[in-house]
């Protein structure tokens, strides 16, 4: 079975300073991992996938998440904030080969000026 | 637009009405999935089909509802005897075998509301 963890469902920056979002997932296999936003009314957009590559995956518009399997997490790092960045973000997991995805509770993520 | 498109965008409806969604995937994607995202949830997956095959369906698929994708392109699914828990919005994603790691693609989904 496999499950995610979205550490908090609010996160607070202002404009130009660093991202955080935090995921630890539980997986019987060699994971997939995503994340994906969603910004209102619009649909799920993939912002970067970890394959059993390279361990640091770096995604769109500055994105990057480090695949950490001692910690079993996949935290969602940007250097600087962009107000465009305000939306919501889900982690995501995959058992590998075709199986479902199952989504984490998703985290807000608010930028103010 | 050649991503992955759903009809109606909105649907509203009351209680005890049948209600049907269509979902048109990407066209050289195999793989169909259904999910189902409610208020302040991430999305959870309903059921999805390789070409025209059903293969998978969670159980939180009640008898109620019911999806089809008679040609292996455009899928829909029903939802008979509406109940106001259906509120939520319906997501249609697809993959290709092409694709490592099952990355799906989604479309802007169904918003169902039942008064």
Not at chain 2, 23 to 30: A, K, L, Q, R, T
């Amino acid at each position: 079975a496999q499950s995610v963890t979205q550490l908090d469902s609010h996160v607070s920056v202002s404009e130009g300073t660093p991202v955080l979002l935090r995921c630890n997932y539980s997986s019987s296999y060699s994971p997939s991992l995503f994340w994906y936003v969603q910004h209102p009314n619009k649909g799920l957009q993939l912002l970067l996938k970890y394959t059993s590559a390279a361990t640091l995956v770096k995604g769109i518009n500055g994105f990057e998440a480090e695949f950490k399997k001692s910690e079993t997490s996949f935290h969602l790092t940007k250097p600087s904030a962009h107000m465009s960045d305000a939306a919501e973000y889900f982690c995501v997991v995959s058992d590998g080969g075709y199986s479902t995805l199952t989504f984490g509770k998703g985290t807000m993520l608010l930028v103010s000026p | 637009d050649t991503g992955v498109s759903q009809d109606p965008r909105h649907k509203i409806t009351k209680r005890g009405q049948n209600v049907t969604f269509r979902c048109d995937p990407i066209s050289e994607h195999n793989r169909l999935y259904w999910y189902r995202q409610t208020l302040g949830q991430g999305p959870e997956f309903l059921t999805y089909f390789q070409n025209e095959a059903q293969l998978e369906k969670s159980r939180l698929l009640s008898d109620r509802f019911s999806a089809e994708r008679p040609k292996g392109s455009f899928s829909t699914l029903e939802i008979q005897r509406t109940e106001q828990g259906d509120s939520a919005m319906y997501l249609c994603a697809s993959s290709s075998p092409f694709w490592r790691a099952n990355e799906q693609f989604f479309g802007p989904g169904t918003r169902l509301t039942v008064l």
